[in-house]
């Protein structure tokens, strides 16, 4: 399931958005999850098709209709002009940290020049403008930061998550004096020093396949559960180096701690609506952290913190149509749904919001632009599928009636199935570009 999530992410990031950092979670497996993963990166090598591509060579057979509703609608000035049906991250019953405290751990074979920069950095967070906006909704109130544990003892040269726990769970459980004894709200954050050249999780390495995690382990009491969070010393990681790449990594990870610190036991903020679980899928999970990371705009530096930071998903924000990484930069927010009118069953396992075309056939479906304020003009849509992103051979192939517009108006969009994926569905992304400002919508085809 990892494997193929980070290659999904990794293929995400070079079609879309540049090398921006993917900062994954750690999370149970289960079959339904592991398939769909699978499902999202269905397809062989190939040839590609760009979207909105119409040569006759890249098409089926089939006919290509504009369907009977040819509507545009008009640009409108009520922002936005559409009621939004967006993503909403559900909780599966968990706990949250109501006032998170993060306990810092640094190794002895640190560089003692650099981790003052990192707690510097931490006692920022509470009374900055980037906490609070996008935790507060999920029930996390004020941050706190404890006295970071400065071990006598070195990091190791590698180790994997397995060993992390059992290493966390001794010193929680002999009470180590240089620890402070685990609440409800604690998380154990371990920055690994650059002297630990590889960390693994699920087989997979750190600073390659991902830039931090975060878990929690039962104590050998059999009844305390605690969180902690992993983050590893990356030289570079998603364009980020230095203080920038770990900030960045430890605020997406401090907040998915905070609305989900239980992921393995008692998970919390953690899954997306029914309507929606194609993007938990295609984004490699549904914490709040997550649902941002692949947005190029969510990393930031606040002018109060001073170093990079991951901006938050609000469910507020998103259904009330306004930008859902927060807190936003104030610019005017735009995307562009896909109507997906269909519930389409996936595997035997999962009813969502879909579209059914059958193997090289096509359908014709409308796609909603809405803004939450008048933009400096019209942006751009495009679609590309779930194959096309990984570099294999398109499953999908889309034509436009336009590929421009703004606020009230509306595209439609023929999609055409060229071949089906292993599981018979297959997922497609929507990317609406004006300036430097990209925004994504995710659907999927069922066949």
Same mark, same amino acid.
């Given at each position: ?153 070195? @990091?190791?040269?590698? #180790?994997? &998550?397995?060993?992390? %726990? *059992?290493?966390? /769970?001794?010193?929680?459980? $002999? ?108 984004? @490699?999970?549904?914490? #709040?952290? &997550?649902?941002?990371? %692949? *947005?190029?705009? /969510?990393?930031?530096?606040? $002018? ?144």
């Amino acid at each position: 399931m990892f494997l193929v999530a980070t290659q999904f992410y990794a293929a995400l990031r070079a079609a879309m958005f540049d090398g921006e950092m993917r900062l994954p979670q750690m999370r149970s497996a289960t079959l339904l999850l592991s398939s769909l993963f699978l499902f999202a990166c269905g397809g062989t090598t190939g040839d590609q098709t760009d979207a909105g591509d119409t040569d006759a060579g890249d098409q089926t057979e089939a006919a290509v209709e504009a369907g009977p509703d040819v509507d545009n609608g008009s640009p409108s000035t009520t922002y936005p002009a559409f009621k939004i049906d967006a993503p909403q991250v559900e909780s599966l019953g968990g706990n949250v940290l109501t006032t998170p405290k993060i306990v810092p751990v640094y190794f002895a074979n640190d560089d003692t020049g650099f981790t003052p920069t990192v707690t510097s950095f931490l006692n920022k967070l509470p009374t900055s403008t980037y906490w609070g906006p996008g935790e507060s909704e999920y029930g996390v109130g004020a941050i706190s930061i404890a006295t970071p544990v400065q071990l006598t003892e070195d @990091g190791p040269v590698t #180790i994997d &998550d397995t060993a992390i %726990q *059992t290493w966390l /769970s001794g010193k929680l459980a $002999a009470q180590d004096p240089l620890w402070p004894a685990p609440d409800a709200n604690t998380v154990y954050v371990l920055f690994y020093p650059s002297a630990t050249t590889k960390i693994t999780l699920q087989g997979e390495a750190s600073c390659s396949a991902f830039g931090g995690y975060h878990s929690d382990v039962i104590l050998p009491d059999k009844i305390t559960d605690v969180a902690y969070a992993v983050i590893p010393r990356c030289s570079n990681f998603g364009g980020l180096k230095g203080l920038d790449a770990v900030s960045a990594t430890a605020s997406h990870e401090i907040v998915e701690a905070a609305t989900d610190p239980y992921p393995m036991n008692q998970a919390a903020y953690s899954q997306l609506d029914d309507n929606h679980l194609i993007w938990e899928f295609i984004l @490699g999970g549904a914490e #709040i952290g &997550d649902m941002c990371a %692949q *947005t190029p705009s /969510s990393f930031y530096a606040p $002018a109060d913190i001073g170093t990079t930071v991951q901006r938050v998903w609000s469910n507020a924000k998103a259904k009330a149509g306004h930008n859902p990484c927060q807190p936003d930069d104030g610019a005017p927010y735009f995307n562009s749904v896909p109507l997906l009118p269909e519930k389409v069953n996936i595997l035997g396992q999962l009813t969502t919001e879909g579209v059914t075309i059958p193997v090289g056939q096509t359908k014709t479906i409308e796609v909603d632009l809405f803004s939450d304020a008048a933009t400096s003009g019209d942006w751009t849509v495009s679609a590309i599928d779930s194959g096309t992103l990984q570099g294999q051979a398109a499953e999908l192939g889309f034509e436009w009636d336009r590929t421009t517009g703004r606020n009230g108006e509306k595209l439609h969009l023929t999609i055409t199935v060229k071949k089906a994926s292993q599981y018979n569905a297959e997922a497609f992304l929507l990317q609406s570009s004006l300036g430097a400002q990209t925004n994504f919508w995710i659907g999927v085809v069922a066949n």
